[in-house]
């Protein structure tokens, strides 16, 4: 079983900035992708970014130029740095990683979520 634990949301005025964390922890053999998703109310949850193990990265166009995705593989960590927020990023930022576990020899694959945590937006 694998585990993420999402830090660094908030409040922010419009044009600052936040920097969101996920660890992920427990029977980790390898996290292949890390991504970050949000969800604002009445909406779909959509993915704002994604990082490969190998550091290739994708982003959802309304957050391109703005925020950037990066990892640290050693410490399961997937970062998000958001600049120049807008009240429309207002929404919970989910953590999601994918990848095998390996639990007494076996390995399986595993599509883990962090709890999510709050960015609101406004002045």
């Known amino acids: 079983q694998v585990q993420l634990v999402e830090s660094g949301g908030g409040l922010v005025q419009p044009g600052g900035s936040l920097r969101l964390s996920c660890a992920a922890s427990g029977s980790i053999f390898s996290i292949s992708t890390m991504g970050w998703y949000r969800q604002a109310p009445g909406k779909q949850r959509e993915l704002v970014a994604q990082i490969t193990r190998g550091g290739s990265t994708n982003y959802a166009d309304s957050v391109k130029g703005r925020f950037t995705i990066s990892r640290d593989n050693a410490k399961n960590t997937v970062y998000l740095q958001m600049n120049s927020l807008k009240p429309e990023d207002t929404a919970v930022y989910y953590c999601?990683?994918?990848?095998?576990?390996?639990?007494?020899?076996?390995?399986?694959?595993?599509?883990?979520w962090g709890q999510g945590t709050q960015v609101t937006v406004s002045s």
């Open positions: 999601n990683a994918r990848g095998i576990s390996q639990a007494v020899g076996v390995t399986t694959p595993f599509i883990s």
